[in-house]
C-alpha cells in the first residue's frame, strides 16, 4: 500500500510540526512522529466507516485554514479510497459550497470548529441530505484503528482528490485528480528539487485547498523520509520559523519551500521597514540553502530580484495552470528523454542569465562586505 508503508517503514522517525495560529500571530507548535500520525488516521479511517465513508466515497473538506485534520483526513482517505473534494476557504461563497457539495455528489462535510457557522447553516439549508462533521469535536480514541489487512488498495487511474477551479469565468469546475497523478508528481518532485543522497524537508504555508499545496502534503506521506513543517496560516513570524528550520536541519535534508510572489512583496515590505522577526544576515543565511518553489500566479524580474536580494538565491518556477499541473505523464523511451533533457538545458541558460543578471547590478547594503 503505497500510503502505508512509509509510515510503517519509519514509526519513531519526525513526521509533521504542526504550526496552530492564535488570533495574537504566534505560532504553537505540535509535533507527531510517523507511527503517532498514522494512529491518528487510522483511528479516523475507522470513524469514517462508522459513518458509511468507503471506497469512492466523496467528501468536502471544509475547514477554515491549514488544519490536522485535513492532512489526517487525507491519510484515513487513502487509506479507504474515498475521494476529498476541497473548498476554498478564503473565498468561496455559501452558495460555490453547496455547488461543490451537490455537483461532486459529497455524502459528508467535514469541518473544524472554526469555520463560520452561518456558513455552514447555509449550505446545509441547501445540502439537507449531506450531514455536516466537525472533526474537531471527535474523540479518535473512541475508535479502535482500523485493521491493515482491510484497507482498500487503489488502482493508478483511480481518483485521489477533486480540486474545483476558482469559477472567475463561470461555475467552478472540479479537476479529478487520479493515484496515477499524485505518484508521477512526486517522482518529478524528487527528480528535479532534490539532489542526490538528501530527503525533502517540506515546509508549507499555502492553503491546502490548492494544488501547490496538496501536492507537496502528498509527497511528503508517499516518502519515508520525508519532514513535513505544516503552518495553518501565514504571519510574520513565518520568516523566524522558517529560518530555524533550516538551522536545526540534518546536513542530508533538503528543505523546499512553496510559495508565491505575494509572500516575497511581504518579505520586502518587512525589510524595508526593519520588522523582520529574524536579522536579515541570517534569513538570508538560511533562505539561501533552501529551494523557494514559486507558482500559482507569475513570477515577474521585481520578484526575482527580491529574492535575490533578500533570499541569496534564485527561485524555483513552477508554470502552469494549477489545476492541470499534476496532470502530466512520464515520458517512455528516447524522445522522452530528449525533452526532458532539452528542458534542463533550457533551464540552466534562463538560471545562468539570471546570475549574470544580479552579478551585473550593484551590491545592496546586505551584500556589501
Not at 475508535?143 to 477551479?165: D, H
Not at 463561470?170 to 499524485?182: F, I, T, W
Not at 519551500?257 to 536579522?279: G, Y
Request: proline share 5%.
Amino acid at each position: 500500500m503505497e500510503y502505508l508503508r512509509p509510515f510503517q517503514a519509519n514509526p519513531d522517525s519526525s513526521f509533521l510540526t504542526y504550526y496552530a495560529l492564535g488570533s495574537d500571530k504566534q505560532y504553537t507548535l505540535t509535533t507527531l512522529t510517523r507511527g503517532q500520525f498514522l494512529d491518528k488516521a487510522l483511528r479516523l479511517a475507522s470513524y469514517l466507516t462508522s459513518l458509511g465513508v468507503t471506497k469512492d466515497v466523496r467528501v468536502t473538506h471544509y475547514f477554515s485554514s491549514n488544519s490536522l485534520h485535513d492532512l489526517v483526513l487525507r491519510l484515513a482517505s487513502a487509506f479507504l479510497g474515498s475521494v476529498g473534494v476541497t473548498v476554498n476557504w478564503s473565498s468561496d461563497t455559501a452558495s460555490t459550497v453547496s455547488y461543490k457539495v451537490t455537483k461532486s455528489d459529497s455524502k459528508v462535510l467535514f469541518c473544524d470548529g472554526n469555520v463560520d457557522q452561518t456558513m455552514l447553516s447555509a449550505v446545509h439549508r441547501t445540502c439537507p441530505a449531506v450531514p455536516v462533521c466537525d472533526l474537531s469535536t471527535v474523540d479518535l480514541t473512541e475508535y479502535e484503528p482500523l485493521p491493515t489487512t482491510t484497507l482498500s488498495t487503489s488502482t493508478p487511474a483511480q481518483t485521489r482528490i477533486v480540486i474545483f477551479t476558482s469559477g472567475t469565468t463561470g461555475d467552478p469546475k472540479g479537476v479529478e485528480l487520479s493515484y496515477h497523478n499524485y505518484a508521477t508528481n512526486a517522482a518529478t518532485f524528487e527528480q528535479f528539487l532534490l539532489p542526490s543522497n538528501t530527503t525533502p524537508l517540506l515546509v508549507v504555508v499555502n492553503p491546502m485547498h490548492h494544488t501547490n499545496s496538496t501536492s507537496m502534503t502528498d509527497w511528503a506521506m508517499r516518502n519515508a523520509d520525508a519532514e513535513l513543517h505544516l503552518f495553518a496560516g501565514y504571519s510574520t513570524l513565518y520568516w523566524k520559523h522558517a529560518a530555524e528550520i533550516q538551522e536545526k536541519a540534518r546536513p542530508n535534508q533538503k528543505q523546499i519551500m512553496p510559495l508565491v510572489s505575494r509572500h516575497f512583496d511581504f518579505l520586502k515590505s518587512l525589510a524595508s521597514e526593519q520588522k523582520l522577526p529574524v536579522p536579515q544576515s541570517v534569513l538570508t543565511a538560511a533562505l539561501s540553502k533552501c529551494v523557494l518553489l514559486l507558482g500559482s500566479a507569475p513570477v515577474g524580474p521585481t520578484t526575482v530580484d527580491t529574492i535575490q536580494e533578500l533570499c541569496g538565491t534564485l527561485p524555483t518556477v513552477r508554470f502552469g495552470s494549477t489545476e492541470t499541473t499534476l496532470q502530466v505523464r512520464q515520458e517512455e523511451g528516447r524522445e522522452g528523454r530528449e525533452e526532458r533533457r532539452e528542458w534542463r538545458e533550457e533551464r540552466r541558460e534562463w538560471r545562468d542569465e539570471l546570475v549574470e543578471r544580479r552579478d551585473e547590478r550593484p551590491k545592496t547594503r546586505h551584500e556589501r562586505p
